[in-house]
T-cell receptor, first 114, second 116 residues
Framework: AQSVAQPEDQVNVAEGNPLTVKCTYS??????LFWYVQYPNRGLQFLLK??????LVKGSYGFEAEFNKSQTSFHLKKPSALVSDSALYFC????????????FGTGTRLKVLA | EAGVAQSPRYKIIEKRQSVAFWCNPI?????LYWYQQILGQGPKLLIQ????????DSQLPKDRFSAERLKGVDSTLKIQPAKLEDSAVYLC??????????????FGPGTRLLVL
């Protein structure tokens, strides 16, 4: 069965430092991978996705993610964190058979300290 | 472009009462999703519509939850009767089409339900 894991409940980083939010996945075929961000009292907002091609995917707000097939990982990164990046981040994998439904991770709360 | 609209934003009910949520997807989006997000967890798909047909409702507790999407546009999700464990945020999302998983889902702000 498809699954996605976010091993860290919370990540703290100082403003201006690089940040990484980790995600690993398990699928039977080729993965479709996504990152979403959720601000308080708001719905999820799409950041970026990996379907095929270049392993480094660039997305909104300066975020990027690196697909690593051998490690089955899709970590979210940003070279220089902003306080406004503080939010809840979800990794998701798309089931590539049948209904193509998303399976979401449990989320990682990112806290950027001024 | 208007986003996905949901109402109400908040709802408090007592257990065994019924409740309904409404969703208006982005215009032209054929696929509509309802998710349940319990505090501290990621969203869980309840039901997925393609136009007005159900594509996947495998995780919908059908003894108490129902959903419809008449005319392939707006959708309502109903819970009857509600249980304490139904307390969650109910998210609606839409996408252009179910194009082999390539398209992006756009989420509404959610309805926060508290069952007392």
């Amino acid at each position: 069965a498809q699954s996605v894991a976010q091993p860290e409940d919370q990540v703290n980083v100082a403003e201006g430092n690089p940040l990484t939010v980790k995600c690993t996945y398990s699928v039977s075929g080729n993965p479709y991978l996504f990152w979403y961000v959720q601000y308080p009292n708001r719905g999820l907002q799409f950041l970026l996705k990996y379907i095929t091609g270049d392993n480094l995917v660039k997305g909104s707000y300066g975020f990027e993610a690196e697909f690593n097939k051998s490690q089955t990982s899709f970590h979210l990164k940003k070279p220089s964190a902003l306080v406004s990046d503080s939010a809840l981040y979800f990794c998701a994998v798309r089931d590539t058979s049948g209904t193509y439904k998303y399976i979401f991770g449990t989320g990682t709360r990112l806290k950027v300290l001024a | 472009e208007a986003g996905v609209a949901q109402s109400p934003r908040y709802k408090i009910i007592e257990k065994r009462q019924s409740v309904a949520f409404w969703c208006n997807p982005i215009s032209g989006h054929a696929t509509l999703y309802w998710y349940q997000q319990i505090l501290g967890q990621g969203p869980k798909l309840l039901i997925q519509f393609q136009n007005n047909g159900v594509v996947d409702d495998s995780q919908l507790p059908k003894d108490r939850f129902s959903a419809e999407r008449l005319k392939g546009v707006d959708s309502t999700l109903k819970i009857q009767p509600a249980k304490l464990e139904d307390s969650a945020v109910y998210l609606c999302a839409s996408s252009v089409s179910r194009d082999r998983g390539l398209e992006t889902q756009y989420f509404g702000p959610g309805t926060r339900l508290l069952v007392l």
